[in-house]
């Protein structure tokens, strides 16, 4: 009797089965890198919009106050919308500037940017 050689379609259906979880799991790894590197964009361009607020008050020599002060601007052709408040130190004449960016008014900040204040 003479013996075939060759593979059974079982063993080509357990095969294709390996190779379309393999591929499954590709496809979902660069599925989440795309998303991260979207976000990784949006968090760069607020860090710019948060560090341009920072050298505004810096340049203005502003005071911050303990409320929350809110605007928006443009970066990259995208509207930010920043807010910024002083919060009380332990040390007297020294106050931490928080900075806040986000993409909608409303929305969870992109990006926290925290600084400290002398007062002069």
């Known amino acids: 009797m003479k013996r075939l050689s060759g593979m059974t379609l079982l063993e ?5 089965a390996i190779f379309s979880l393999a ?4 496809l979902q790894s660069l599925g989440q890198l795309s998303l991260g590197t979207g976000r990784l964009a949006d968090k760069t361009w607020a860090d710019w919009v948060a560090e341009n607020q920072m050298a505004e008050l810096t ?5 911050p106050p303990l409320t929350w002060t809110s605007g928006e601007s443009e970066q990259a052709g995208e509207r930010w919308y920043w807010r910024w408040r002083g919060v009380e130190s332990t040390r007297p004449g020294v106050r931490m500037l928080e900075i806040e960016v986000a993409r909608r008014r409303e929305g969870a900040p992109v990006t926290v940017l925290r600084t400290y204040v002398v007062r002069r």
């Open 12 to 16: 080509v259906l357990v095969a294709l």
């Open 59 to 63: 340049l203005q020599n502003v005071w």
């Open 23 to 26: 591929a499954l799991a590709l």
